[in-house]
């Protein structure tokens, strides 16, 4: 049985870079019209709720195709599907900013969106087949850490461009970061060695695959988890940017994009929390990550502009440390079928951004930052509860 390349090997180092470029081409076309948002609302002339579609839709796309692609992963190899699904992303990333009106526009997002399914979940499954299971939790934790970087770079990336030259440049400038990404992804990836294709099992044998993962507690209790973590990050940094906007901060738009700097403590706490996981266990990380998130988000509510930055830093690092340890723990529980347990996390992580990051915008027009906050709290709160019961504590090792 193949046991996975060592930590430290060539072929080791040339994973982690290789799946990091891959985030950089997904997560930079996936969120980047996040930092024009208030931009796009009045060129366009729509709501800030109506604006986030154009995040929301992607991220639909996204989630009802991981699954399709995972099934073809598992017949045509991890690394294929991942290349196909980042050139056609690329290709339709440059079509958006040739958008003639707002339906084409989020049309075109929805199918970036879907050609994005192809790689979150596969590159976990690959991790997990090819790296030595002894470090499959800080390389999952240093895959997360490239995906926050490529998130960052779209975001801070179309903010600056977009104020010079409006939201079509922004879009076009992140597609040709994505492109660059994309070719050197191709070029550093090596081919599988712990892959092996799977049978044709027709659609009965996909639905009893998929249905032993949903009666699995603790794989349900991650997929929860996702949906309430993913969905209220992904409202917070929607709406934080009309907040800071408007009174009393009225903050340009470039300065606004420099929010997406706190991104970087979830690159340092996505690959902190994979150590961690080593020396306590992943259920204590995950809901250490969870407190932490509700900590920063408390900091939020004041109105010193400092403060809420801090907070942010705060909040984003937490989302991210429990994020690497939810991803990565889905690959450990599903013994078989991984590609699967992956995709429903990720299915339920990006239904979460897309009903939960564009409902938030509901609560922020009608109620103020505050009650959002609070919500987001509230959900981070049940995730902790749902961890704590599902997972039972158990000795570090064995997460």
């Known amino acids: 049985m193949w046991p996975g390349h060592p930590k430290g090997s060539t072929a080791y180092r040339k994973i982690l870079a290789g799946l990091a470029f891959a ?15 208030p931009m796009m609302a009045a060129e366009l002339r729509v709501t800030a709720a109506e604006a986030a579609l154009t995040i929301s839709l992607a991220t639909v796309g996204l989630a009802v195709t991981v699954l399709p692609w995972s099934f073809l992963a598992d017949r045509i190899g991890r690394v294929r599907a991942m290349m196909w699904g980042i050139s056609a992303a690329t290709v339709l990333g440059l079509l958006v900013p040739l958008a003639s009106s707002f339906p084409m526009l989020l049309g075109l997002r929805m199918l970036e969106g879907a050609a994005l399914g192809g790689i979150p979940a596969i590159a976990i499954a690959y991790l997990n087949e090819e790296v030595n299971k002894a470090h499959a939790a800080m390389a999952a934790g240093t895959y997360v850490a490239g995906t926050t970087l490529g998130g960052l770079a779209g975001r801070l990336l179309a903010g600056f461009v977009g104020e010079l030259w409006g939201w079509r440049a922004a879009a076009l400038a992140v597609s040709i970061l994505a492109a660059v990404a994309a070719v050197l ?48 990050f992904v409202a917070v940094y929607n709406y934080l940017g009309f907040r800071l906007s408007g009174e009393p901060f009225s903050l340009p738009a470039t300065i606004i994009s420099l929010i997406f700097l706190a991104y970087l403590s979830g690159t340092v706490s996505s690959r902190w929390a994979g150590g961690l996981t080593e020396r306590f266990g992943r259920r204590t990380v995950l809901i250490a990550g969870t ?9 939020t509510l004041t109105q010193l502009l400092a403060l809420i930055m801090a907070g942010l830093l705060l909040f984003t690092a937490g989302f991210f440390a429990a994020h690497s340890v939810g991803a990565g723990w889905t690959g450990v529980i599903a013994t078989t079928g991984r590609a699967q347990a992956a995709s429903l996390y990720n299915l339920a992580y990006y239904l979460g951004s897309s009903v939960i990051g564009w409902a938030g915008g509901l609560v922020f027009q009608s109620l103020g930052w505050t009650a959002l906050a609070l919500t987001v709290i509230g959900l981070a709160c049940t995730t902790a509860v749902i961890t704590a019961v599902v997972h039972p504590a158990r000795p570090a090792a064995s997460g």
């Open 291 to 299: 407190a932490l998130m509700v900590a920063g988000l408390a900091l």
């Open 23 to 37: 985030g950089v081409a997904t997560f930079a076309q996936l969120y980047s019209t996040q930092a024009v948002l």
């Open 185 to 232: 992804f191709v070029a550093l990836v090596p081919q599988a060695r712990g892959f092996t294709a799977a049978a044709a099992s027709g659609f009965r044998g996909a639905l009893r695959t998929l249905a032993g993962h949903g009666r699995n507690p603790r794989l349900l209790a991650l997929y929860v988890q996702a949906f309430l973590l993913m969905g209220g």
